[in-house]
């Protein structure tokens, strides 16, 4: 008998990639096959993002589309919080449920295509790390879900609850089962990866019978002992933060950061209600180049929220031209339904937010523009994540860049032989010979 078949739609942010990754393992433990197509599926189930207004549109949309394709579909993630909204574009699909809800999910499969019975998950191999749904040579790592802040124009904590970390034993075993399947790269997530332990108290739990902590640092630092490469995502600038930047300076993890500032005016941060507001971010970002020349700052920001004024903006683009940040994202302020901030008083009307959104792209562009200038003539460690055959290219990635939402390393003029020898997850060392506002580009200089 075959093996029944679940169709997977993974929507949303890395987060609820490593939620999908977690349901597509139970899914390969328990004897279903994954479905490379809707038709070719016994059930479909969609992980959805409720985040902002057009990630709920593109979950309603791939419900439709799953419906109308298979028919039979579950529904989970983010927007499943709101079920109600879900029936009433959907009313057939077969069962909703909320973030994290993994073994709610597994019980509307069981329900609707039952576990083959003889299934043996001591025979039928799925490999240690699970199944991962990025490509092979990196991968996420959520150490904890949930958030203790309530920023006002977020409803995360409202989905996904409070701070509840993992006890470092166990992120440490799927580190070493990632690292032992191939992966060169582990990219640390959380919603506040600095937070980490607080809920548990900073507990000692075992990894190979050493005693850790399960604190921000002491993660830090064991996975910086796993030889491949370590970048922190969600970091706020908590003074103990400054401590990983001595782990960054000695080589053992990257010195990247990603910090969502979101805004500089100290006013608009506290009607955010931002976590670390109080911070003197700036002379914190000094102390940490002068420990670390290289490390590399990435952020976002959000311009136009209610109640910024001019005087606000002029203050947010001031910092940015003094913080030199490596790399910056920026949104216009949108409502989330059920956000607090839909009740602060002064909503920037969107002409005004969009002409501050391109004032602040502008100015930072120039900053990324001459940060990558600075970069030519150096030498780098890249990772290589794929090929542009045509062009005898290999795209990479340095220290500076995480994937998805950094630039990339081109590296060019390649030789057949290069091409022929080279593959996705080897790391090189390349002379960077020219740059854009986003990427660089490189010769080959040894394969490492
Ligand atoms: S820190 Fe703020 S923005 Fe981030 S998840 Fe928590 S409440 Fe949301």
Same mark, same amino acid.
């Given at each position: 008998m075959s093996s029944p078949k679940v169709g997977f739609v993974s929507l949303g942010c890395p987060k609820a990639l490593v939620d999908s990754e977690r349901i597509l393992t139970q899914l390969r433990i328990e004897g279903y096959e994954v479905a490379a197509d809707y038709s070719g599926a016994d059930l479909v189930v969609v992980n959805t993002c409720g985040f902002i207004e057009s990630a709920v549109q593109e979950s309603l949309d791939a419900i439709g589309e799953a419906i109308s394709e298979n028919g039979k579909v579950i529904v989970t993630g983010c927007?499943?919080?709101d079920e109600a909204k879900i029936r009433s574009m959907? &009313?057939?699909?077969?069962k909703v449920t909320g973030p994290q809800a993994y073994q709610d999910v597994m019980n509307a499969v069981h329900e609707y295509v039952p576990q083959?019975?003889?299934?043996?998950p001591y025979l039928d191999l799925v490999p &240690?790390?699970?199944?991962?749904?990025?490509?092979?040579?990196y991968a996420y790592l959520k150490i904890s879900e949930g958030?203790?802040?309530? $920023?006002?124009? $977020?409803?995360i904590p409202s989905l996904r609850g409070d701070l509840v970390s993992r006890p470092i034993g166990n992120v440490m075993e799927e580190a070493q089962n990632l690292v032992n399947a191939g992966v060169k790269e582990i990219l640390v997530i959380s919603q506040?990866?600095?937070?980490?332990?607080v809920d548990l108290k900073y507990k000692l739990d075992f990894w190979n019978g050493q005693p850790l902590k399960s604190k921000f640092i002491d993660l830090c630092a064991a996975l910086g002992q796993m030889g491949v490469w370590v970048r922190l995502h969600? +970091?706020?600038?908590?003074?103990? +933060?400054?401590?990983v930047i001595d782990l960054m300076a000695e080589g053992?993890?990257?010195?990247y950061l990603d910090i969502?500032?979101?805004?500089?005016s100290p006013r608009i941060l506290q009607l955010m209600k931002r976590? /670390?507001?109080?911070?003197?971010t700036l002379e914190r970002l000094a102390v940490w180049r002068s420990k670390c020349p290289d490390i590399v700052i990435r952020s976002t920001f959000v311009v136009g929220?209610?109640?910024?004024t001019e005087e606000d903006f002029e203050y947010l683009l001031n910092w940015l031209k003094e913080a030199r940040l490596d790399r910056v994202g920026c949104f216009t302020y949108s409502p989330v339904e059920g956000? +607090? /901030?839909?009740?602060? &008083?002064d909503h920037v009307p969107v002409d005004v937010q969009q002409s501050r959104y391109e004032r602040f792209m502008e100015a930072q562009q120039i900053i990324s523009a001459q940060k990558l200038q600075e970069r030519i003539g150096r030498t780098l460690t890249v990772l290589i994540d794929e090929f542009d055959l045509e062009h005898s290219v290999a795209i990479a990635r340095s220290y500076a860049d995480a994937p998805e939402i950094d630039g990339h390393v081109y590296i060019e003029d390649l030789t057949t032989e290069d091409l022929s020898r080279l593959k996705s997850g080897d790391k090189v060392t390349v002379t960077i010979t020219d740059a854009d506002e986003y990427d660089l580009y490189a010769n080959l200089v040894t394969t490492n």
């Amino acid at each position: 008998m075959s093996s029944p078949k679940v169709g997977f739609v993974s929507l949303g942010c890395p987060k609820a990639l490593v939620d999908s990754e977690r349901i597509l393992t139970q899914l390969r433990i328990e004897g279903y096959e994954v479905a490379a197509d809707y038709s070719g599926a016994d059930l479909v189930v969609v992980n959805t993002c409720g985040f902002i207004e057009s990630a709920v549109q593109e979950s309603l949309d791939a419900i439709g589309e799953a419906i109308s394709e298979n028919g039979k579909v579950i529904v989970t993630g983010c927007l499943g919080k709101d079920e109600a909204k879900i029936r009433s574009m959907h &009313p057939s699909v077969l069962k909703v449920t909320g973030p994290q809800a993994y073994q709610d999910v597994m019980n509307a499969v069981h329900e609707y295509v039952p576990q083959p019975p003889e299934h043996n998950p001591y025979l039928d191999l799925v490999p &240690p790390q699970g199944i991962r749904l990025t490509p092979k040579h990196y991968a996420y790592l959520k150490i904890s879900e949930g958030c203790n802040h309530r $920023c006002t124009f $977020c409803i995360i904590p409202s989905l996904r609850g409070d701070l509840v970390s993992r006890p470092i034993g166990n992120v440490m075993e799927e580190a070493q089962n990632l690292v032992n399947a191939g992966v060169k790269e582990i990219l640390v997530i959380s919603q506040d990866t600095s937070a980490y332990g607080v809920d548990l108290k900073y507990k000692l739990d075992f990894w190979n019978g050493q005693p850790l902590k399960s604190k921000f640092i002491d993660l830090c630092a064991a996975l910086g002992q796993m030889g491949v490469w370590v970048r922190l995502h969600y +970091v706020y600038p908590y003074p103990h +933060v400054d401590a990983v930047i001595d782990l960054m300076a000695e080589g053992k993890i990257l010195p990247y950061l990603d910090i969502p500032f979101q805004h500089a005016s100290p006013r608009i941060l506290q009607l955010m209600k931002r976590p /670390a507001h109080s911070e003197n971010t700036l002379e914190r970002l000094a102390v940490w180049r002068s420990k670390c020349p290289d490390i590399v700052i990435r952020s976002t920001f959000v311009v136009g929220f209610p109640g910024e004024t001019e005087e606000d903006f002029e203050y947010l683009l001031n910092w940015l031209k003094e913080a030199r940040l490596d790399r910056v994202g920026c949104f216009t302020y949108s409502p989330v339904e059920g956000a +607090v /901030a839909n009740d602060l &008083p002064d909503h920037v009307p969107v002409d005004v937010q969009q002409s501050r959104y391109e004032r602040f792209m502008e100015a930072q562009q120039i900053i990324s523009a001459q940060k990558l200038q600075e970069r030519i003539g150096r030498t780098l460690t890249v990772l290589i994540d794929e090929f542009d055959l045509e062009h005898s290219v290999a795209i990479a990635r340095s220290y500076a860049d995480a994937p998805e939402i950094d630039g990339h390393v081109y590296i060019e003029d390649l030789t057949t032989e290069d091409l022929s020898r080279l593959k996705s997850g080897d790391k090189v060392t390349v002379t960077i010979t020219d740059a854009d506002e986003y990427d660089l580009y490189a010769n080959l200089v040894t394969t490492n």
